[in-house]
């Protein structure tokens, strides 16, 4: 009963989602915030404006940091929430049903799809990072692979048992490929814009 019970609460999950929605939610906040007072004043700089390499200016003034007609970060104002509510809702006892999960797994790999090309956009064109879009990746992306494993584990995502066997066990290494996916994008940043010693600089001159 008590093992039935847990497959069916998975709180490690929920507890993640929560904090993950928490910080991804932070994140949006303050590049909304910053988006309107620039609005208000062209001549304001932002509070995350660190250097020449590290700032959000340059990404909330592109047309690629308003993709759909209105500032990225109001998508986030939007889709964190969510991710908060199916985190609290788990706590509180709640389960889904199999279409929920699976709504809610292509949620998270359009979340990560979008972070995959702004990644894209900031390293390979943009050449800037900005510090809360760099946070909103750093959740993005743990919390695709927890969300997708875990639906491949209980098999709300059709799977042969093997899959669903092999889910289960990498679900537990998470952290360890967040990093590997961290580590690519911090490759692929020192590769095409020597991010490493830039950031550096630039955190001297604060």
């Known amino acids: 009963m008590p093992d039935t019970l847990e497959r069916r609460r998975p709180l490690a ?8 929605g928490a910080l991804g939610l932070l994140a949006a906040f303050e590049l909304s915030v910053e988006k309107v007072l620039t609005l208000e004043d062209p ?15 340059t990404n ?15 998508v986030g104002l939007m889709a964190w929430p969510v991710v908060i509510t199916i985190a609290v809702a788990i706590l509180a006892g ?5 279409w929920f999960w ?18 894209y956009q900031s390293i390979y064109v943009l050449d800037v990072l900005c ?12 919390t695709f692979w927890a969300v997708t494993l875990y639906n491949l584990r209980e098999g709300h995502i059709p799977g042969s048992a093997r899959v669903r066997r092999l889910a289960g066990a990498w679900l537990k290494w998470v952290p360890l490929i ?23 600089i630039d955190l001297q001159n604060l």
Not at 47 to 53: E, I, R, S, T
Not at 131 to 142: D, G, N
């Open 13 to 20: 999950l929920a507890i993640f989602l929560l904090i993950a």
């Open 178 to 200: 967040t990093v590997v996916c961290y580590a690519i994008v911090i490759v692929l940043a020192q590769a095409q814009m020597n991010a490493i010693p830039r950031v550096m």
């Open 43 to 57: 001549s304001h700089v932002p509070n995350c404006n660190v250097g020449v390499l590290v700032g959000c200016s």
């Open 60 to 74: 909330l003034a592109s047309w690629q940091g308003s993709v759909f007609g209105f500032p990225n970060p109001f």
């Open 102 to 119: 699976v709504g809610f797994n292509v949620g998270v790999a359009g979340a990560l799809a979008f972070v995959g090309w702004l990644i």
């Open 131 to 142: 510090p809360w879009c760099m946070l909103t990746w750093a959740v993005t992306i743990p």
């Open 94 to 98: 709640a389960t889904f049903a199999r």
